[in-house]
Nanobody, 123 residues
Framework: QVQLVESGGGLVQAGGSLRLSCAAS????????MGWYRQVPGKQRELVAA???????NYADSVKGRFTISRDNAENTVYLQMNSLKLEDTAVYYC?????????????????WGQGTQVTVSS
């Protein structure tokens, strides 16, 4: 199995910055993509940013120019640097990892979600 450990959420004033991190561990053969989603009550979970092993990125339009996703392939860790935070960025942020894992029957794909970390932006 694969475990994700998230950290870095909290309370920040509008215009401030936070950095989220998510470390993956377990019987990982390879990581395909790592990313961040967010969700507010009553709304669907939405993609914030994603990063492939090859370095391709995908950002939500609402965060382009303010958020930066990066990863440390050697440590299986993904980061989300969030700058110029706005009230509407308040949400629970979830790490998402698409992996190839080793099993007794060989290798297979596995998608894993983190437990979520609260980000609250205040005025």
């Amino acid at each position: 199995q694969v475990q994700l450990v998230e950290s870095g959420g909290g309370l920040v004033q509008a215009g401030g910055s936070l950095r989220l991190s998510c470390a993956a561990s377990g019987n990982i053969f390879s990581i395909v993509t790592m990313g961040w989603y967010r969700q507010v009550p009553g709304k669907q979970r939405e993609l914030v940013a994603a990063l492939s092993r090859g370095g391709s990125t995908n950002y939500a339009d609402s965060v382009k120019g303010r958020f930066t996703i990066s990863r440390d392939n050697a440590e299986n860790t993904v980061y989300l640097q969030m700058n110029s935070l706005k009230l509407e960025d308040t949400a629970v942020y979830y790490c998402n990892v698409n992996t190839i894992v080793t099993t007794t029957q060989g290798i297979r794909s596995l998608e894993v979600w983190g437990q979520g970390t609260q980000v609250t932006v205040s005025s």
